[in-house]
């Protein structure tokens, strides 16, 4: 699975957008980017993935670039409980892929009051 | 809930003894997980299962750990004379395809 890099931390105001960078330079055609988070000492929480096309959830947007070596999350409203950890993860996808997910060392967004 | 649960969450062990969790899937998913997640670092892959069979083992799962799915539904991690650098959260996932989701972990203390 293809490295990616984040920023180790990021801070944010209460109810404006969070824009979480992660870049995946050496992501593969059929690499799907994933992010997760981890509230302290909770299980990571899945929260959105994609291949190329943008996606939008109820938690969250993820935008990838046309070249698809990097991506952004965007916490379009930030609460005090979306600070966690989180984590950008390039993996292979569909019946045959491989098992694991890789995890870095994410970001640390801290959301203020 | 239908989440995946751990059991127990918290465990406090004595260095040499035998320590076992369990891990109940989200249903009807065939694949199973585990992660360990020491301090400050994020979570690394121990093992997985399709349905019964343990398809990959990580480096780390050294001959102490062992992990069974015997009738393809919860799984147990067993870890044999436990060491302090045992110590960490252990994370268990579930997914019928591509997307895995997480329980709340069981954290372990070896004194």
């Known amino acids: 699975d293809a490295k990616t890099t984040q920023p180790p931390s990021m801070d944010c105001a209460e109810g404006r957008a969070a824009n979480l960078p992660c870049n995946h330079s050496?992501?593969?055609?059929?690499?799907?980017v994933y992010w997760y988070r981890q509230i302290h000492s909770q299980g990571p929480q899945y929260i959105i993935h994609?291949?190329?096309n943008n996606e939008t959830n109820e938690m969250a947007s993820l935008i990838i670039t046309e070249d698809r070596k990097s991506s952004t999350l965007i916490l379009p409203h930030a609460t005090l409980r979306d600070t966690a950890v989180y984590y950008c993860i390039v993996r292979v996808a569909g019946e045959t892929s491989g098992s694991r997910l890789t995890f870095g060392e994410g970001t640390q967004l801290t959301v203020n009051p | 809930d239908t989440g995946v649960s751990q059991d127990p969450r918290h465990k406090i062990t004595k260095r040499g003894q035998n320590v076992t969790f369990r891990c109940d899937p989200i249903s009807e998913h065939n694949r199973l997980y585990w992660y360990r997640q020491t301090l400050g670092q994020g979570p690394e892959f121990l093992t997985y299962?399709?349905?019964?069979?343990?398809?990959?083992k990580s480096r780390l799962l050294s001959d102490r750990f062992s992990a069974e799915r015997p009738k393809g539904s919860f799984s147990t991690l067993e870890i044999q004379r436990t060491e302090q650098g045992d110590s960490a959260m252990y994370l268990c996932a579930s997914s019928s395809r591509d997307t895995q989701y997480f329980g709340p972990g069981t954290r372990l203390l070896v004194l």
């Open positions: 994609g291949l190329k």
């Open positions: 299962f399709q349905n019964e069979a343990q398809l990959e």
């Open positions: 050496t992501i593969s055609g059929n690499e799907y």
